[in-house]
């Protein structure tokens, strides 16, 4: 089993649709979870963070987070054609490391 | 001014060569890593350094040797190049994930090795 489990996606969505980006992972004991964005050709950029059970929102983000379920999920309202990209789910597992997910395409249509 | 550079950017060369890449932060940052994202795009850790010691060694071979002369620096050595090395290689930095449990790691722009 994975460690930290993506759908590869792509997933299509309208612009001004929700998305919705999913992760589980294996390790009870993780302690913080990340969402990162890349586009082609370029670095992994952080977007959220969150670390308690609940909801944490930035703007038109939303991270989830369940530790009953070992789950994550982002939430991006009014997609836009400019957050196409490939969303890579981290999670810190402890020992100094983030391991990540092998990321979700999300591909908005105008 | 960049947070985590990386040179050179694109480095094409010959099996059997030997080649680096360096690696700066000025985030005052104490944890440097080396990533290797592969050509499915999956990032997975090779090396971390906390102020200057290593952490962490992802089972990598020993023709990868990183150097870190000081807690704003860490550089990786490639002996013997193989096509299999072909990849992007990342480099990050982060607080002390063990103390800042919500702080995410900044990237550098990344290197694309190409054997040949």
């Known amino acids: 089993q994975k460690e930290v489990e993506q759908n590869s996606g792509p997933l299509s969505v309208p612009e001004g649709a929700i998305a919705s980006l999913n992760c589980t992972y294996s390790d009870r004991g993780s302690q913080s979870f990340f969402w990162y964005r890349q586009y082609s050709g370029k670095s992994p950029e952080l977007i959220m963070s969150?670390?308690?059970?609940g909801d944490k929102e930035d703007g038109r983000f939303t991270a989830q987070l369940n530790k009953a379920s070992q789950y994550v999920s982002l939430l991006i309202r009014d997609s836009q054609p400019s957050d196409s990209a490939t969303y890579l789910c981290a999670v810190n597992t402890g020992f100094q490391k983030l391991v990540f997910g092998t990321g979700t395409r999300l591909l908005v249509s105008p | 001014d960049t947070a985590v550079s990386q040179t050179p950017k694109y480095l094409v060369t010959q099996m059997g060569n030997d080649k680096s890449i360096k690696c700066e932060q000025n985030?005052?940052?104490?944890?440097m890593y080396w990533y290797k994202q592969d050509s499915k795009k999956f990032l997975k850790i090779m090396f971390s350094y906390n102020n200057k010691e290593l952490i962490i060694n992802e089972t990598v071979p020993n023709r990868f040797s990183p150097k870190s002369p000081d807690k704003a620096h860490l550089n990786l050595h490639i002996n013997s190049l193989e096509l299999g090395d072909s990849a992007v290689y990342f480099c990050?930095?982060?607080?002390?994930?063990?103390?800042?449990?919500?702080?995410?790691?900044?990237f550098g722009s990344g290197t694309r090795l190409t054997v040949v």
């Open positions: 969150i670390y308690s059970n």
């Open positions: 985030l005052g940052h104490d944890t």
């Open positions: 990050a930095s982060s607080q002390d994930p063990d103390t800042r449990r919500d702080y995410g790691y900044t």
